[in-house]
């Protein structure tokens, strides 16, 4: 892929972009390093609230492998094919995920679920607790990720745009 200008991406891409810098800004507090990143949010109670009324998050200690099981529960007309090709997920590790209670799966492969389950973002701190993994403030590709499921914004190829731009890699596109 051709690396674009901020002007070049979709006003949807430049949307996740500029939350991810809205929402990431340089520590101010004289106790911590100067190039740390603090979670800052103008509107941290609204979003609290509308989170709260949102879809209940999953009981903690289940595994990666029972919340996914739980998500496809939940869609009558799931289809497993269509999922993991639609976000290039592999069908090995698909399976893997599904046969294997204690499978550990890839911080991309989090994600990928997380994008195509739509997932709040209660649940998608969830679902990365259970694979061991965390949104990290320092990773360009976690904040597009975070942005992303806070805008509620699940269009793939925006989110690839945005992570290309952002993190210098994509998710969703196949090489």
């Known amino acids: 892929m051709k690396m674009k200008t901020f002007e070049m991406l979709s006003k949807e891409a430049k949307r996740l972009v500029q939350y991810a810098v ?22 941290t109670n609204a979003l609290r609230e509308e989170v709260s009324r949102s879809i209940a998050p999953f009981p903690r200690g289940k595994t990666f492998s029972s919340l996914i099981w739980e998500l496809r529960d939940q869609n009558n007309d799931f289809d497993d094919a269509i999922f993991y090709t639609r976000h290039n997920i592999d069908k090995g590790t698909w399976s893997k995920i599904l046969s294997h209670e204690d499978y550990q799966p890839s911080i991309e492969t989090v994600y990928k679920c997380i994008i195509g389950f739509r997932l709040s973002i209660k649940q998608a701190n969830t679902l990365l607790e259970s694979a061991g993994f965390s949104f990290h403030r320092s990773r360009p590709f976690d904040l597009v990720i975070y942005s992303a499921v806070m805008l509620k914004s699940f269009d793939l190829i925006k989110i690839d745009e945005a992570l290309e731009f952002h993190a210098k890699k994509t998710l969703f596109s196949i090489k």
Request: charged share 25%.
């Open 22 to 43: 809205d929402h990431f800004l340089p520590a101010v507090d004289e106790n911590v390093e100067e190039d740390s990143f603090l979670l800052y949010s103008p509107s």
